[in-house]
Structure formats: structure tokens, C-alpha cells
């Protein structure tokens, strides 16, 4: 295991930015395959990204809005958003959508080895990918999530973030309120309603009910442009080709199989009353009632 | 045969159905181990109930000192617990926390991660093998772990619990919890109140509704509660304020995998088809012919719900007797 290497609470402030006024947000955006068209499998069982029309993930630009409000809203700091992700050549995409809805830097990780990743060495990239963006523009005081992809829709990678990068985790949250370098949300948990509190830096992951993500402006558009871009291969990381990759994930997808199409239904059309007798004979036929 | 660790779902010291679930699918891994979080006021309970579902060990962890605080010393625990003896599997409920503590754990133990698993047999040489419903349901997906003890998340309904009776020989144990793992704090919780219906992602049948319905929800409840049912919510429901978030079914809210699903006045989007489609039997009430939800029906009826709901409850109790 490894040994702990966070610092007690109130040392906090030497891993916040380098002066008190300065805030550094990174926003893991991951690049998906349209929910709304065809998903698929390649030959080797890993998830057709290249070959499919894609986008940065419906449930990541929730992760955006909330940081973009963040700086908004912290208008006397210097606060600095950056997106990161992880994916093939085209997912730089996802990026410059974040860029375009507002994000001051891009960080795309690319390279061939990562294809066919599993959720450990997504995260172990993205650990060391954030590590990097600290070294060169200031430690991040926040690393902002969504609450699931929409293609593995896993909901672990915040918190193996969390884990790699010893970090307080505070995930799933549907309002985000911050005041120095205090962090508080409300959450809905499986039986209650949640106020959770920690102090930054810490991984955070929104949920839909943060409220609707903006969409890029025209200016916006023509703005991310001019914004600077950066990508990184794995050795830039620091990363050995054999700790990444499909050939040694820790886990296996053996075999995958389009779902048998539905066979059609019946479907009949109320008149005067006769559509409630055929839904309870269905339900009674199949022992429902 | 090495031990299976099953985390128990409960809510104070009320165990969930999925912990039977889970406990039966242990017995085809190996010999099941239930872990109990909680107070130890409440662990006889529990234990008694472990063990009719088979546990031949119930490790029971006073939680008074991790439970203020979000999941990380749940993972420093289960870490802890995972090095004392040779395991086969460790499985936890898919809840958002059992796949958080999970996700925690499979970086500390350095073990592969499976979640979300409908269903897990045993494979060659009695490794766990688990099926996974992907893309919305529209694909299913089989999978190994590859490395160190699997882990794996498994969905409510992924198995018929089978009582037998295990030893359920009872082992206190104290994890050490550091200080980094309690940096997350719940500085208040509000238990939500009690619905008297199943439990939206246990129950057997679930009748979710929509605005469609106008805020009026008694032609739904009285339709639901005529068949026993748990009452779910498409997000449009949810985002007009009728229906609370706990309500929802789909990408951000619950999924679901019942017997039956009737979706009333529900279009069926993709984000509400992703919480669904793996149901057994799916019917639809739906006024308008076209509603892509037709496309996955066992039975539609076409019509206004808010004639066809109240005749169809009527008719379910006058059959019932
Ligand atoms: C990031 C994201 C996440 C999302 N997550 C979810 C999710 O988890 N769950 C979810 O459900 N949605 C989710 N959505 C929303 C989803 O895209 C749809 O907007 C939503 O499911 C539509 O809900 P609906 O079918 O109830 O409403 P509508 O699309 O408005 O459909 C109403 C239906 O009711 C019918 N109807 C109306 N009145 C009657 C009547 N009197 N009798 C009979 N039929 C009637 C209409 O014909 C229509 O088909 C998400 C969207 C986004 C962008
Ligand atoms: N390849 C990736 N690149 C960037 N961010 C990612 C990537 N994979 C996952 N994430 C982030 O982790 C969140 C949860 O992902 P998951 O655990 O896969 O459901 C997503 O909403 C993203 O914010």
C-alpha cells in the first residue's frame, strides 16, 4: 500500500495555489461514442471509438458548467480552467468543446498504448496527467468530474482519482457551493439527502442536477481557437507502455453480444374502456395478477 | 474453497434483498463471507439473517468511527480485511457507494474491477464470470478479472435468493482507519421518508409515470398499488418538481430490472431506456401511436392514461377478488 503522503488539514494551503489568489480547476472531460446513433464493439471487445461518430460525454459538460460557474463567480481570483482527457486522437474534440464553452487550457492525453484501457489505468493516466498540469501551472485545487460516462457509466473513476491522488472525494453532488477553500454539496445518497463538507484541494463529481450545461457561444467558438492546447503521449507522463493498454488490463471482456431485438408487441388502442380490460387480461396471462 | 466477502446492504441493521442476492451468487464462488458495517447493537440481526442466506463467516465492523465520513475508510477496511486470508471474489451491491468503496479498493489491493454485473457464474477453475448489460441494454457483455481478487459490483435482481443455513460463525474485526481517509465528511443526512411501496430498484414490478400525468399522480398510485408496485418517474417528472430525484429511472437516476415495467406516458428516451430495458416484461400507456417507447413493449395500449389507468386498476381489483 502506499504511504500517506497528504499533509494535515491546516497545511493545507501550501497545496492551493501558489498565492492565495489563484485557484486551478481541472475538469476531466471523456470522449464517448453518440448515445443516439449506433454503439459498437471491435474485434478485440474493446468499445468502437474511432470508427463511430462521437462527443464529449453528455454527463462530463455538467462537470464543465460547474467549474466554468466556479470562476464566474470567484471573479476577484485568478482562477484557471483546465480540461483533460484521455482518449483517442479524435477525442481531442472533447476538448475543444470544453474550450468552447469556456475552459482556458486544453490537455489531451493521447497514445496507441492506451487504447483498450480499463478503468485502474484510465485513472492511473489521468492521476499522472493531472500531477503534470500541477508541476508546470500550479498544483489543481480542484479536479472536477462527471458523475458517470455515458459509455462505461461506472461512476469509479472520481473515485479512484481520489485514491491515486490521495485526495478527499466528494462525488455525486446536485448543488456545489464553495467559500475559500471550503467545498460543500448536497447529494442524493441511496436513502437521504447528504450535506457533505472538505476542504480543496479535493475530486469532486457532479450529477445532471447541477443544472444545464451552456452551449458554446459563437465568440466562444472563435475564442477556443486561440486557446492553448496540449498533447501528451505517455512517456511525456512518465508512463511505461506496459502499465496501460488492453493486453494488461486487469480485467477482460471475453465476449460481447448485440441484444436479440425485441420481438414486437401487441398493442391495441382504448375505446371506450376496452384498452384497461386487455391490459389486465396481459397482466393476468402473465401471472401479474 | 477460499472465501467470497459479501458487503451487506442495510439501513441500520435492515438488510436489503440485494444482500441475499448477492450471498446466493457467493455460494457459487466459494464459501460466502458477509461483512457488517453497522452498530453492534444491531449485528445479531443481521447475522441471523447472513447466515440463513448461507454465510459461513459474518465479519462484523463497528462502524461508529468510519460512518461520518464518505466512503474512503470503508475501502481502507475492506483493504485491511482483504489481506487476511486467500480470497475468491469480493462482491458489493451496486449502489453509488458499494461502487466507490469498490473502485477505492481496487487500486489499494491492486485487483481488477467488474461493475454493474447482472449476473456471475462460476468459470473454468471456478473464477467468477460476469455478465454486464452495456449501451443502454442493447448490447450484453461477458468479462473476466485478470488480476488480483476480482471485485465486483452486482445489480439488484441479478439473482433468486436461496436460503440455506452457513455456519455464520461471528468475527469482530477493528480496521485501523487513517486520518487522510477522513477528510470527507457528511455534515448532515436526511433519511428519506418511507414510501410503503417496494423499493424502487428491488421491486418486483415498478409503474413509472411522467408530467404527462399533470402533477396528478393518484390515477398512477392507485394503478400501482393495485399490482403492489414500486412507483418510479421519468426525469421529466422529476424536473417539473412533482416527483422527488430518488423517484427517477434511467442514465441519472435508478436502472432497473424488474418482471414488469409499465411506463405511463413516458416517450422512452434513450436516458430512460438505459434504467429499463433489461426489464423482463415492458408494457406502455401512451397516447400518442409514435412514442419510441412502443418499440419495446410486450403490450401498448394507446390511449389517455388517465382514462385507461383508473378502469385498469378497477379491473385488476374486481380479477383479484
Ligand atoms: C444528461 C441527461 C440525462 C438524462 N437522464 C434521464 C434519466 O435518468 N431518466 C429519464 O427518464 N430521462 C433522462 N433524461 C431526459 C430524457 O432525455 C427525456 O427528456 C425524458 O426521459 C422524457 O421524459 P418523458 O418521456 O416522461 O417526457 P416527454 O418526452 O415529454 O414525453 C411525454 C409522453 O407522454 C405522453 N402523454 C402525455 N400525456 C399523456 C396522457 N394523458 N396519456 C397518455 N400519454 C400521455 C406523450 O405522448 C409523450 O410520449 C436525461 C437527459 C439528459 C440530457
Ligand atoms: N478517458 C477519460 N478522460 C477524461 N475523463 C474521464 C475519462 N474516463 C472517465 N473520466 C471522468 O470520470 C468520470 C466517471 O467516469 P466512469 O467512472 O467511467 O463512469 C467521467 O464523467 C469523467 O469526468
Redesign the interface.
Known amino acids: 500500500m502506499r504511504p500517506c503522503k497528504r499533509p494535515a488539514l491546516t497545511d493545507h494551503h501550501h497545496r492551493r495555489g501558489r498565492e492565495a489568489n489563484t485557484m486551478n480547476i481541472v475538469v476531466c472531460v471523456k470522449y464517448v461514442p453518440d448515445a443516439t446513433a449506433d454503439r459498437q464493439f471491435e474485434a478485440d471487445n474493446t468499445v468502437d471509438r474511432v470508427g463511430v461518430d462521437g462527443l464529449l460525454s453528455e454527463l462530463d459538460e455538467y462537470a464543465v458548467e460547474q467549474a466554468l460557474q466556479l470562476k464566474e463567480k470567484r471573479a476577484d481570483e485568478e482562477v484557471t480552467v483546465t480540461a483533460l482527457c484521455v482518449g483517442p486522437e479524435k477525442a481531442v474534440d472533447a476538448v475543444r468543446k470544453a474550450l468552447q464553452m469556456g475552459a482556458d487550457k486544453g490537455v489531451h492525453v493521447t497514445d496507441e498504448e492506451i487504447a483498450g484501457s480499463d478503468y485502474i489505468a484510465t485513472s492511473l493516466v489521468l492521476a499522472k496527467a493531472i500531477e503534470k498540469i500541477g508541476a508546470d501551472n500550479g498544483p489543481a485545487d480542484l479536479i472536477v468530474c462527471g458523475m458517470a460516462s455515458t459509455d462505461a457509466s461506472g461512476s469509479v473513476v472520481p473515485a479512484m482519482l481520489a485514491e491515486r491522488l490521495n485526495l478527499p472525494q466528494v462525488t455525486l453532488a446536485s448543488v456545489v457551493e464553495t467559500q475559500g477553500d471550503q467545498v460543500r454539496i448536497k447529494r442524493d445518497s441511496e436513502g437521504s439527502t447528504e450535506v457533505i463538507g472538505a476542504t480543496m484541494p479535493i475530486v469532486l463529481s457532479v450529477t445532471d442536477q447541477t443544472g444545464e450545461a451552456r452551449y458554446p457561444s459563437f465568440k466562444g467558438i472563435m475564442a477556443a481557437k486561440k486557446k492553448p492546447m496540449e498533447t501528451l503521449s505517455l512517456a511525456d507522463l512518465g508512463i511505461e507502455a506496459d502499465q496501460v493498454g488492453l493486453s494488461v488490463a486487469w480485467s477482460k471482456v471475453e465476449d460481447t453480444t448485440p441484444r436479440p431485438p425485441r420481438t414486437a408487441g401487441e398493442i391495441v388502442t382504448d375505446e371506450d374502456g376496452s384498452g384497461a380490460v386487455a391490459l389486465a387480461g396481459f397482466l393476468a396471462s402473465k401471472k401479474f395478477i | 474453497m477460499s472465501e467470497v466477502l459479501v458487503v451487506i446492504d442495510h439501513?441500520d441493521g435492515e438488510v436489503k434483498k440485494p444482500t441475499y442476492e448477492l450471498l446466493t451468487i457467493a455460494r457459487r464462488l466459494g464459501e460466502p463471507s458477509a461483512v457488517f458495517f453497522g452498530a453492534p447493537d444491531k449485528a445479531d440481526g443481521v447475522v441471523e439473517k447472513a447466515k440463513a442466506y448461507g454465510a459461513e463467516k459474518v465479519y462484523v465492523i463497528d462502524d461508529a468511527e468510519l460512518k461520518g465520513y464518505?466512503?474512503?475508510p470503508k475501502?481502507e477496511a475492506m483493504?485491511q480485511l482483504a489481506q487476511q486470508s486467500s480470497l475468491s471474489a469480493i462482491l458489493f451491491p451496486s449502489?453509488?457507494?458499494g461502487?466507490?468503496?469498490?473502485?477505492?479498493l481496487?487500486?489499494?489491493i491492486?485487483?481488477?474491477?467488474?461493475?454493474?454485473a447482472v449476473d456471475v457464474q462460476a468459470g473454468d477453475g471456478g473464477a467468477p464470470?460476469t455478465t454486464q448489460?452495456?449501451?443502454?441494454?442493447?448490447?450484453?457483455?461477458?468479462?473476466?478479472?485478470?488480476?488480483?481478487t476480482p471485485i465486483i459490483t452486482v445489480k439488484p435482481n441479478s439473482a433468486a435468493p436461496e436460503e440455506t443455513a452457513g455456519a455464520g460463525t461471528v468475527e469482530a474485526f477493528t480496521p485501523t482507519i487513517?486520518?487522510?481517509a477522513r477528510?470527507?465528511?457528511?455534515?448532515?443526512?436526511?433519511?428519506?421518508a418511507a414510501t410503503g411501496r417496494p423499493e424502487l430498484t428491488e421491486a418486483d414490478?415498478v409503474v413509472s409515470c411522467v408530467r404527462g400525468t399533470g402533477g396528478n399522480f393518484d390515477p398512477i398510485e392507485k394503478f400501482a398499488d393495485s399490482?403492489g408496485a414500486a412507483v418510479g418517474a421519468s426525469?421529466a417528472a422529476v424536473d417539473s418538481g412533482w416527483m422527488p430525484?430518488?423517484y427517477q429511472v434511467g442514465?441519472?437516476g435508478k436502472t432497473v430490472s424488474p418482471?414488469?415495467y409499465v411506463a405511463n406516458g413516458i416517450s422512452g428516451a434513450?436516458?430512460h431506456r438505459?434504467g429499463m430495458q433489461t426489464s423482463k416484461?415492458?408494457?406502455a400507456?401512451n397516447k400518442d401511436?409514435e412514442a419510441p417507447i412502443?418499440?419495446?413493449?410486450?403490450?401498448?395500449?394507446?390511449?389517455?392514461l388517465h382514462?385507461?389507468?383508473?378502469?385498469?386498476t378497477?379491473?385488476?381489483t374486481k380479477?383479484?377478488g
Open positions: 439501513v464518505l466512503v474512503a475501502a483493504a449502489t453509488f457507494e461502487k466507490e468503496v469498490a473502485a477505492r481496487a487500486i489499494k491492486e485487483s481488477g474491477l467488474i461493475t454493474d464470470v448489460s452495456v449501451f443502454a441494454g442493447s448490447y450484453t457483455v461477458t468479462a473476466t478479472v485478470t488480476r488480483g487513517s486520518d487522510a477528510t470527507t465528511q457528511i455534515i448532515a443526512s436526511q433519511p428519506r414490478i399490482l426525469r430525484h430518488s442514465q441519472t418482471q414488469l434513450i436516458q438505459a416484461t415492458i408494457v400507456v401511436n412502443f418499440e419495446l413493449v410486450d403490450f401498448g395500449v394507446v390511449g389517455d382514462s385507461v389507468l383508473p378502469a385498469a378497477e379491473e385488476i380479477r383479484k
